[in-house]
């Protein structure tokens, strides 16, 4: 009896000790280019503890095959303990990127031919919006294939930050490093069953019932923003509209519609007689309601035709879709679509944009890859809110037996 109460204390004492050891990480940030704005931080140790965590939870995924899932244990690179993902000052907002260590290039350059990676010219390695580039000690991944022949190489030839993970995350498998001028403001990551949270570190419940409010309605789009965000979304998104027109708000809404779009040809009969040919496509139109308020409207309106945004006959050109309508009211400018109008809903408290997955949606996008339209598929809605100094996005994925490490 003595010895099986050994061999137990024994054992737990070994995993305790394994445990504290594989635990261990490198905490030094080493990968983390001196003209980043903002950096994404993966914990990779605890990453793995949560999938194993989850898989041991689900006896159904224990015999199962994993797959066509990608294992990077024999890419060729050294995996750290923080992967480290980072966005450069003065670059478009879908521009990202991730330095690794090469420990074998031969096993890397057959890693990337099997996932289907086409080679391009200076070691460079491209698929769907990835790309690779490839030299004798490291390699750079974008995830945007815009000027990244040219990021690459700066990226390679910078001179680094200096960070300790502790700065930038505490606790969480990921977190999200903006860099201001005066502070770093950290937001953590939250991986949980059903959605991915980014959001500021708080024990107050500040969005659930504002998300739960705008689940229970049916539009596309909903998005409410002070000046504060409409700054953020001018600066992100449009180029176009600088601070001198004070912009006090901006609401939008929207919803998705098939639409039979009428196409007229012509050709020419024997006698060289014009003949008119009528035929019809299918598209996805959105139908949409967006206001701006402003101290100054005539100085907006201003603005928008100094940016040629509004024709002849008073349609804002900027939103391809059309037939729409801008007009003036009070201090509010307000652009509409024609074809099927649509009304404002009740404002919320705070700031936020939801959007709502739609089956019209990657219609919509147009051509995308399979992946990113499986990607689409599984998301039910995106919100992002703000209320003071707290932020919050969450990613909420459609109902499904398995937690989100497992699917």
């Given amino acids: ?3 099986r109460i050994f061999l137990f204390v024994l054992v737990i004492l070994v995993a305790v000790v394994g445990y504290f050891f594989w635990s261990l990480k490198d905490k030094d940030l080493k990968l983390i280019p001196q003209n980043t704005d903002v950096v994404v931080l993966i914990d990779v140790k605890k990453t793995k503890e949560q999938y194993f965590l989850d898989w041991f939870k689900n006896p159904s995924q224990w015999f199962k095959e994993s797959g066509n899932k ?54 460079l390695y491209k698929k769907d919006q990835i790309s690779v580039k490839v030299e004798s000690s490291r390699c750079v991944v974008g995830f945007s294939n815009s000027g ?26 990921a977190s999200v490093s903006y860099f201001a001028k005066s502070k770093i403001h950290n937001f953590a990551v939250y991986l949980n069953d059903d959605n991915i949270e980014i959001k500021t570190k708080t024990v107050n419940d ?31 998104f449009c180029k176009g509209v600088d ?83 801008i007009e003036q009211k009070g201090n509010e ?43 689409i598929s599984d998301l039910d809605y995106v919100f992002y809110g703000n209320k003071a100094d707290y932020y919050e996005i969450k990613l909420k994925f459609k109902n499904n037996k398995l937690p989100f490490y497992l699917r």
């Avoid at 690459?152 to 505490?170: E, G, V």
């Fill in 1 to 3: 009896m003595k010895i």
């Fill in 70 to 123: 990608v294992s990077l244990t024999q890419a060729g690179v050294k995996i750290p303990d923080y992967i480290q993902i980072f966005h450069l000052k003065d670059t478009a907002f879908s521009e990202w990127y991730s330095i690794f260590e090469i420990t074998n290039k031969d096993d890397l350059l057959k890693f990337l031919k099997n996932q289907g990676f086409k080679s391009a010219e200076n070691s």
């Fill in 148 to 173: 990244f022949n040219e990021r690459s190489r700066l990226i390679l030839n910078s001179k680094n930050k200096n960070f300790y993970a502790d700065q930038l995350i505490n606790n969480t498998v």
């Fill in 206 to 236: 500040v969005f659930s019932s504002t998300v739960a409010d705008l689940e229970k309605q049916a539009q596309f789009l909903q998005l409410h923003l002070d000046s504060k965000n409409a700054k953020i979304a001018s600066e992100i």
């Fill in 243 to 325: 601070d001198s027109v004070q912009i006090n708000s901006i609401a939008a809404v929207a919803d998705l519609e098939m639409v039979n779009d009428k196409i007229v040809s012509y050709s020419y009969d024997e006698n060289f007689n014009q003949i008119e040919k009528v035929s019809y496509q299918k598209l996805v139109q959105p139908n949409y309601s967006i206001n701006f308020e402003s101290w100054e409207p005539q100085k907006l309106w201003s603005r928008f035709q100094d940016k040629k945004w509004i024709n002849a006959q008073n349609q804002f050109t900027a939103i391809p879709f059309q037939p729409n309508l």
């Fill in 333 to 375: 400018i307000v652009i509409r679509s024609l074809r099927n109008q649509i009304e404002q809903p009740q404002k919320l408290s705070g700031s936020y944009v939801f959007i709502r997955n739609s089956d019209l949606l990657v219609s919509l996008i147009g051509s995308i890859s399979k992946s990113e339209a499986k990607a």
